[in-house]
């Protein structure tokens, strides 16, 4: 095992000579300083010294100032003051200053092993607790990554099984394929261009995907009736928010994306369906889609008839501002160029269900990516 090192630091070389050669003869390896410069030099120096033992009177910088410094520069580095002014005050000071023990001029060489034993084991004992405390927070650190990875793994499944759950929605009604993909591209494309953060982003866009879940419950003969739905079918048929909303409420992840799943057929002027709610009583994320669902109906093509252009459904949106839509987030929708929404249009048509359902999964930008960047506004 390597000696211990001690630096002792005195003015008198007489008395920093007899010190280091007791505690030589102690078995400690000791470096000598006629100051408190020359002290800081050598701990600057290299490698660290397991004590210091520092007089306090010394012309120039004094020994209090020197341990301001180590405590400060040199953390962790026990040391011990030594002086022959017999003063209360002073020895307080030293302690207060950051010293463990504190040494009376003239000592025995008894009392100088006693009170280096004591600081050594202290000098131990701190550097093992904070290597402990450094290891314990790298456990922690690490740790606390693995479980990170893992609720973003758990979270990423989550996504993956919510988008077939969209797609088998889609698949049971051939005329709107594609569509809760669609309305949840535009939906995010508008959140983010109102600067909505990445924690909201990602519940409305699970709101947006999921909207039309409730349909499963919803009959064929009612869900696929080629023809229009008369008023007994049409009261089913609105029941498809509730049911939505029961089903996905139960998932505790899914509880804000579930009041989107809930209201996403309310209108601003408190004459939508199921509660007939209006203005900020209908969530945010449910006016944004409104618009989004009014976007994607309007355009897409359907047995009974063709989609309208882009422009069309734009002025109908913009008509219907402060009635069926919100107008602040129409104000919005409108500053989006036109061409913005067709190359979204386009890009969301050409994704893989896989890279879709990386894009959803996004927790900092939730198919953010998806939209041009023309639609910042």
């Not at 084991?121 to 990170?148: C, D, F, M, P, W």
């Not at 004459?271 to 709610?277: A, E, I």
């Not at 889609?289 to 359907?302: E, K, N, P, Q, V």
Request: glycine share 6%; charged share 25%; with cysteine.
């Amino acid at each position: 095992m390597p000696l211990e090192r001690i630096l002792v630091v005195d003015d008198e070389e007489a008395v920093r000579g007899v010190v280091a050669t007791m505690l030589e003869r102690s078995g400690y390896a000791t470096t000598m300083a006629d100051g408190a410069d020359a002290a800081l030099a050598r701990l600057q120096e290299g490698p660290a010294y397991d004590l210091v033992l520092s007089d306090i009177m010394m012309p120039g910088t004094d020994g209090l100032t020197l341990l301001h410094r180590i405590c400060t520069e040199h953390p962790g580095t026990p040391v011990v003051m030594v002086t022959a002014v017999q003063d209360v005050h002073v020895a307080t000071n030293a302690f207060r200053s950051g010293a463990i023990d504190y040494l009376l001029k003239p000592f025995a060489r008894t009392q100088l092993e006693s009170v280096v034993k004591r600081a050594m084991e202290q000098g131990r004992v701190t550097k093992q607790n904070a290597a402990y405390r450094q290891n314990l927070e790298a456990i922690i650190a690490s740790r606390t990554g693995r479980l990170r990875e893992t609720m973003e793994d758990l979270e990423r499944s989550y996504d993956t099984t919510l988008e077939a759950m969209g797609d088998a929605l889609d698949l049971r009604d051939e005329e709107t394929e594609g569509h809760s993909r669609r309305v949840t591209a535009y939906t995010i494309a508008m959140a983010r261009a109102m600067g909505l953060g990445a924690e909201e982003l990602k519940v409305i866009a699970r709101g947006a995907f999921l909207h039309d879940l409730g349909k499963i419950a919803t009959p064929d003969t009612i869900l696929l009736k080629p023809g229009k739905l008369d008023a007994d079918e049409m009261a089913i048929m609105r029941e498809h928010c509730r049911h939505g909303y029961e089903m996905v409420c139960k998932i505790p992840f899914l509880k804000d994306a579930a009041e989107i799943v809930y209201t996403h057929q309310e209108r601003f002027d408190g004459k939508g369906y199921p509660r007939g709610l209006s203005r900020d009583a209908i969530p945010l994320g449910a006016r944004i889609f409104a618009i989004a669902d009014t976007l994607d109906a309007m355009t897409s093509d359907r047995p009974y008839r063709k989609g309208t252009t882009y422009e069309a459904a734009r002025d109908e949106i913009a008509r219907c501002a402060g009635g069926q839509f919100d107008p602040e987030i129409v104000a919005v929708f409108l500053k989006v160029p036109l061409e913005s929404w067709i190359e979204l249009r386009q890009e969301v048509a050409k994704m893989s269900p896989a890279v879709l359902s990386a894009r959803l999964c996004r927790p900092a930008a939730t198919m953010l990516n998806l939209a041009p960047a023309e639609q910042e506004v």
